[in-house]
């Protein structure tokens, strides 16, 4: 019975412990750059359009879905089959580099001239990716940004790799 409550004692220091740290008025630690990349590749996967959209800035969307060239079902296109079967979207980051202060002010004076609404941009990188699948492969430029809640791909919503 001792055993026990100390062992219940211990527990609870630990989960107040733990707590205590996660009650930071600080923003938590950013994720990774290529966080955006993972999320972009397995929506790609499970044919998700909307978890792929989301990928990118609210008003890239709105300029997705009111252009001519809307797919509702997206991400059944980009990705690839032959032969039977599906391939597997996935990239390698092969450069980044993080933008400075400047860099980051320019991103948001061009975004704010581009659609007229202010961002929240707290890191930005330029990234070269190549993106592959079964026996294609490309590279792009990328911007990938953080805005204090997830990190975001930064231009119009890719509709083609290949």
Known sequence: MRKTKLFILLA????????AACGSR???????YEAVLDTL??????HDTSSYLKCFTPEAREDYAASETYD???TEKLALSGEGKEYKLIYSTLEHSELDSSGIAKLKKDYAERYRKRI???KAYELKVEFSSG???TQKMLTVFYNGISWQIMGDVIESYF
Request: proline share 10%.
């Open 41 to 46: 590749v397995s929506a790609v996967k499970v």
């Open 120 to 122: 929240e941009i707290m």
């Open 12 to 19: 609870l220091t630990a989960c107040v412990t733990l707590l």
């Open 135 to 137: 026996d294609k492969s």
């Open 26 to 32: 600080e923003n938590p630690p950013s994720a990774h």
């Open 72 to 74: 509702p079902d997206l």
